[in-house]
């Protein structure tokens, strides 16, 4: 493994995309820094923690997040999908609004207190997702494995039953009202 920046920390630094192409990050932090609009094309990011940092409308082509961490970020529009080849990553008290989700494993990762509004989940294993807390306003799950997920405290949720794998998945007692009430049934 060629590591070109090893348990570094960048605090308030704003980047241009030459920073991160074909560029390898070890155990690194980077906090209040602004990656709004880059594309991190071929970067790869292991063992690293992103704290109140903005990646709103960041490209991530062919980039690699393993065993990283998200914490208070702002990360409204981005897409992620398998074409990331290593997507291992935790979302903790994270604006992820209109994300988009294609195709990744993301088995056992933690999405807590996350604003997921408008966010797409499509064709993922979501299985022993943590959830937490967080809120789905418009959300789309499409095709997910959402097997003992965790949706505890969720907001304004709604999954469809026909659609995603959802044996022992965690819900609000509201939110089952609305998916019963949604095939028409009605409630005493």
Partial sequence: ???????????????????????????????????????????????VTFKNCN????????????????QNCKLMGIGISNSNFAFSADFIDCDLRYAEFFKLNLNKKTFYHCNCDGARFVDCNLRHVKFTNSGFKEA?????????????GALSLFINPLDNKIKNTTIEILTASNIVTSFGFKMN
């Fill in 1 to 47: 493994m060629n590591i070109d920046y090893e348990d570094q920390q960048f605090d308030a630094v704003v980047f241009s995309s030459n920073d991160f192409q074909n560029r390898e990050f070890y155990n690194c932090l980077f906090s209040n820094c602004n990656f709004s609009a880059l594309d991190l094309a071929d970067a790869k990011f292991f063992n």
């Fill in 55 to 70: 990646f709103a409308n960041a490209i991530f082509s062919v980039t690699q997040f393993r065993d990283s961490t998200f």
């Fill in 140 to 152: 789309i799950f499409h095709q997910c494995d959402l097997r003992n997920a965790d949706f505890s």
